[in-house]
Structures are given as C-alpha cells and as structure tokens.
C-alpha cells in the first residue's frame, strides 16, 4: 500500500491539506461562516485552518471540516499528522518550539505589512516594541519558570493594548532553550487541553480537592461511592447534603452548624417524606451521612475546629468571631464541588434563609448570604440578614447600611 505521508514534508503536508480543504470549499460552494455552523467549531478555529500562515489545525478540526465538506477523513488526517510532525504520540508536549511559532498565529494583531518593490502589500510585520511597567513582572514569571518554579500570570487591559504581544516578547527567552509553546485554539482556550487529554479532567479535579494533603488515590476512589451514596440516600439525608451544598455555593465557610444544617433541611423535603418523618429523623440522617466509603470519606462529618490564636492586642482582629454552639460538620469536598454544578442554577428555600437567619453568627457568612439573597430577589431575606450580620460585627454589612440609609435620605 502507498504511503502518502512519506512523500510529504510538514510544511509540504500543511499546504496540501489546506489545498484539498480550499478544494473542498469551492466543490461545496459554501463560506466558511456556514462551516462553522456545520462543524460547531469557533469561527476562528475555521478560519485559521485555511489560513496560509495559521497554525496547523487540530485532528478534531480537520475531522470535523473533511465530514462537512465531504472529503476523505483518513486521507486529511494522515497529511494533518505529518504537518504536526508526526503525530501526538512522537511528540514530548503539547505545543511546538517557540521558535516555529508566527507570533500573528498567536492572535499577536498585525499593525501593518511591508511593502515589495512592485508597492503592493508584502509580509506583515511587527513594529519595534517598547517595554512597559509590566514587562518587568511578566520577565520575572519567565525567569522563574526557567528554573524550575511555576507560576501563573493573568494580563489583563482592553483590547489592542498590547496584552499578546508582551507575552510574546516575554517568552522569546525560553525559545534558546527549547520550550515549547501551547496555544489552544481549538475547541476552546479553556477546553482544549481537556479534550487531548480526556483523564486529566480527574486528576485536575482531585488535585484541587486534594489540596496539601496529597490525598489524589483516596478521592479517585471515594468520589464515585460519595456521589451514589448522595444519589440513593434516604430523603432526610439528601435534603441535609443540599442544604450544605446550598451553604457553600453561597458563601458559607467550611465549618456548617449542625442546629442550621437541621433547620434549613426541612423545605428540601418533599411533602410526602416530610410527612413520614420520625421524631429522631435528623439522628438517624446524621449517622447514615457520617459512614465512610472507599478512602475513608464521609458525604458529611463532624469536625472539631482548631482554636484561633492571634498576638494579644487591643487590634480588631484581636477579638474572635462567634463560635457556634453544639456539633460542626463538613460536606465532602467532592459532593461540593459536584453540588456546585447541579445546583448551580437554584434557589435555596424559605427553610434555608430562615434557618442561617436564626442559627448562622459569623460576619463574613452573613454578609455573603445577604448579597447571595439579594441577588437572587429575596430581598426581605437580605434586608435581615444584612442587619445580622451588621450586628455580628461585619463592617461590610455596616457600611451597606449606611448607603441604603444614606439613599434614603437619613
């Protein structure tokens, strides 16, 4: 069988894929604003993948644009891999050399093109740069990287300020070294790197709930039996996990009262389950919650608090926020981070305002929850609460007061 990849070169395969995909285009007689809509890919990611001096495109954009225009999948695909320089599994990382990169592929925006002898618009080009204030914090974060420490930067200013432009001259130290540089065009910035590499969004999500314990094994095994035991669980006990999940996503610190965690339960009940309670319902929700499953996890336990200890001091911050009286507990941080998700759309209820109203005392908890309930248009809830909190001392909530009352003509 011939092997069309031996007769090609990367950058004779990249113009030939291109060629066959412009083919494609014109026999198709459509634009490429309607391949966007039959790829589902971004318009840039479109456009770049014709694009003479664009990056090579993704094996899932040449995929989906051979299906859309009905040229030979395999075919497209084989010149994509050697235009990638191989394929992915030759290759040490994600990305290419610094030094290959068109620093205009990088969304770098042109500011001009030379012009040839004829007086017709040649190469772009890219003007004299000159440093600013924040070049000296951007060369800092490459010098670190280069020895090893990892840091990360957000650059932030309107559009055409310069933002991708001073990453560009902030790498070009690395580029003598070898590094690689990653550009995630396609399907998304934030997806990217995701849909490579389809596992890593568990390990991602384990070493953030992990944190510095390291703990990546036992949360990759517990979460699944977490997650059923939130699903299958008795109603009393459900309506307790999304109570705290309900708390957290809102503003609520770690440490979750048991006397609030009960009271604000009671409206996630159904009628009927709420009917068939016993008397020693939060008891029995409590001790079903508290089992462990695989890595010793619990969907909710009991903690004890560590004692705040500041320098004595007549500081403000010398005096300790209220502690709450009776049993603390603690959702799971993954049935959290998964309650997060599902609930990211609802309203707690009128039980849960209620009951962080009667039972919630630190400052910081009540002025999240005010601004949580006035977003939401549970305005009476936050008036109250925004009066709560004032009076647990939280000068937030008091300078709010002030404004309102000032508003008012007080």
Same mark, same amino acid.
């Given at each position: 069988m011939h092997d069309e990849q031996a007769d090609h070169t990367p950058d004779s395969a990249l113009t030939e894929l291109r060629r066959r995909l412009e083919g494609g285009l014109a026999r198709a007689g459509v634009k490429k604003t309607?391949?966007?809509?039959? *790829?589902?890919?971004?318009? /840039?990611t479109v456009q770049l993948a014709f694009q003479t001096d664009g990056p090579v495109p993704s094996a899932q954009t040449v995929t989906a644009l051979a299906r859309a225009l009905k040229l030979p999948v395999e075919?497209?695909?084989?010149?994509?891999?050697?235009?990638?320089?191989?394929?992915? @599994?030759?290759?040490?990382?994600?990305?290419?050399?610094?030094?290959?990169? +068109?620093?205009?592929?990088?969304?770098?925006?042109?500011?001009? @093109?030379?012009?040839?002898?004829?007086?017709?618009?040649?190469? =772009?080009?890219?003007?004299?740069?000159?440093?600013?204030?924040?070049?000296?914090?951007?060369?800092?974060?490459v010098q670190d990287e280069a020895a090893g420490h990892s840091r990360m930067l957000v650059l932030v200013g309107s559009s055409s300020t310069g933002k991708t432009r001073g990453c560009w001259e902030a790498v070009q130290p690395l580029a003598k070294q070898g590094w690689r540089l990653?550009?995630?065009? &396609?399907? /998304?910035?934030?997806?990217?790197?995701?849909?490579?590499?389809?596992?890593?969004?568990? !390990?991602?999500?384990?070493?953030?709930?992990?944190?510095? $314990?390291? =703990?990546?094994?036992?949360?990759?095994a517990g979460g699944p039996a977490l997650l059923e035991r939130?699903?299958?669980?008795?109603?009393?006990?459900?309506?307790?996990?999304?109570?705290?999940?309900?708390?957290?996503?809102?503003?609520?610190?770690?440490?979750?009262?048991?006397?609030? !965690?009960?009271?604000?339960?009671? $409206?996630?009940?159904? $009628?009927?389950?709420? +009917?068939?309670?016993?008397?020693?319902?939060?008891e029995k929700a409590y001790a079903e919650l508290a089992e462990h499953v695989h890595g010793k996890h619990a969907p909710l336990s009991r903690i004890t608090p560590r004692p705040q200890r500041r320098p004595p001091g007549p500081s403000p911050d010398s005096t300790p926020?209220?502690?709450?009286?009776?049993?603390?507990?603690?959702?799971?941080?993954?049935?959290?981070?998964?309650?997060?998700?599902?609930?990211?759309?609802?309203?707690? *209820?009128?039980?849960?305002?209620?009951?962080?109203? *009667?039972?919630? /005392?630190?400052? &910081?908890?009540?002025?999240?929850?005010?601004?949580?309930?006035?977003?939401?248009?549970?305005?009476?809830?936050?008036?109250?609460? !925004?009066?709560?909190?004032a009076s647990h001392g939280s000068t937030n909530a008091l300078a709010r007061l002030a404004v309102l009352r000032e508003r008012a003509g007080d």
């Open positions: 309607d391949l966007v809509a039959r *790829t589902r890919l971004g318009r /840039t075919k497209l695909l084989a010149l994509q891999q050697v235009a990638a320089g191989g394929g992915s @599994s030759d290759r040490p990382g994600p990305g290419r050399p610094i030094g290959q990169w +068109d620093p205009h592929a990088l969304e770098v925006h042109p500011a001009g @093109s030379a012009q040839d002898g004829t007086g017709s618009l040649g190469q =772009r080009l890219l003007p004299g740069y000159v440093p600013r204030g924040h070049d000296r914090i951007l060369a800092e974060a990653w550009h995630p065009f &396609d399907p /998304t910035r934030a997806e990217a790197r995701v849909k490579a590499d389809r596992g890593d969004r568990l !390990l991602v999500g384990a070493l953030t709930r992990a944190g510095k $314990d390291g =703990r990546l094994a036992q949360d990759l939130y699903q299958t669980g008795a109603p009393a006990a459900r309506a307790l996990l999304e109570a705290a999940t309900d708390a957290r996503r809102l503003g609520v610190g770690l440490h979750l009262p048991q006397a609030f !965690l009960t009271d604000a339960a009671a $409206d996630y009940l159904h $009628d009927t389950d709420w +009917d068939q309670l016993t008397d020693d319902w939060a926020s209220p502690r709450p009286t009776g049993p603390v507990f603690r959702l799971a941080d993954y049935l959290e981070q998964h309650g997060r998700t599902i609930r990211r759309h609802l309203c707690p *209820t009128a039980s849960f305002w209620h009951a962080a109203h *009667t039972h919630l /005392t630190r400052p &910081d908890n009540l002025y999240n929850l005010t601004r949580a309930a006035d977003t939401r248009f549970r305005l009476q809830w936050a008036h109250h609460l !925004l009066h709560r909190a």
